[in-house]
């Protein structure tokens, strides 16, 4: 059996949690700051864990995280 590919891109993108879960991180912070607050900025500084619904596709792009 050959070895599996890891997406790249997935790789740069999800974390594995100690559960087994995925964790991301947040959008909408790269650019055209000025117009969110300060209060909108700090909450998107920190990471969300991913749907349930997209759990399957994220473990399939990273076999061995």
């Given at each position: 059996m050959p070895k599996l590919k890891t997406n790249r891109?997935?790789?740069k993108r999800f974390r594995r949690t100690a559960k087994g879960g995925f964790k991301r991180g947040q959008s909408f912070r790269s650019h055209i700051l000025?117009?969110?607050?300060t209060k909108r900025?700090?909450?998107l500084?920190?990471?969300a864990r991913i749907a349930d619904a997209d759990a399957k596709s994220v473990r399939q792009m990273l076999p061995y995280s």
């Open positions: 891109g997935a790789a000025t117009k969110k607050s900025k700090r909450h500084r920190s990471t």
